[in-house]
């Protein structure tokens, strides 16, 4: 009869494998809830940013505005670091954590620009910058939400037949065309 281990030598004993599972899954899952642990920190630092900064909210409804637009970040990174925390390779965890990513940033930009604006007038290389990028960053908003649109039921595009028909909506007529009459 068999036995179910297999031994390199009698001396040896098997291998039992790590009850949190190999290295690089590890590395993963610390990964993952370090970026939502700086998800956490950014969203709180862009809330302190928004109450101290001179578009303070002085009313009860701005406030708790403020208040949920702080909080959406923080849950879409717990969200993101348990499913990333459970299967490191799925592709909708890294893209949600992304959206918190961005979320957070665009909010310490936008806390602490009027912030920079009131202490100096002048248009700095900072200002300029942190302006710049909050022009353009609400594609750290969009750009994953369209993916995860695409990538939903199955983490994986569309067979090549329907996937032009998913681009669609997005392209102008003339490249829809393009695409249709190949």
């Known amino acids: 009869m068999r036995s179910a281990y297999r031994y390199e030598s009698m001396t040896t004993p098997p291998t039992i494998a790590e009850p949190n599972g190999p290295p690089s899954r590890r590395g993963h899952v610390r990964l993952a809830w370090a970026l939502c642990s700086l998800v956490v920190g950014l969203s709180a630092a862009g809330f302190a940013l928004t109450l101290v900064g001179p578009n303070a909210p002085s009313t009860a409804p701005a406030f708790a505005k403020i208040a949920l637009d702080t909080v959406g970040p923080v849950v879409f990174g717990v969200v993101a670091a348990l499913i990333v ?28 620009l009027p912030l920079a604006i009131a202490a100096t007038p002048e248009a700095t290389p900072a200002i300029l910058l942190i302006a710049w990028f909050s022009n353009w960053s609400w594609w750290l908003l969009i750009g994953p939400l369209l993916l995860i649109l695409l990538l939903f039921p199955t983490a994986s595009t569309a067979a090549s037949t329907t996937q032009p028909r998913c681009w669609r909506p997005l392209a102008p007529p003339r490249v829809t065309r393009l695409i249709s009459s190949a």
């Open 85 to 112: 925390a459970h299967q490191p390779r799925n592709t909708i965890g890294w893209l949600l954590m992304l959206l918190a990513l961005g979320v957070t940033t665009l909010q310490i930009a936008g806390g602490y």
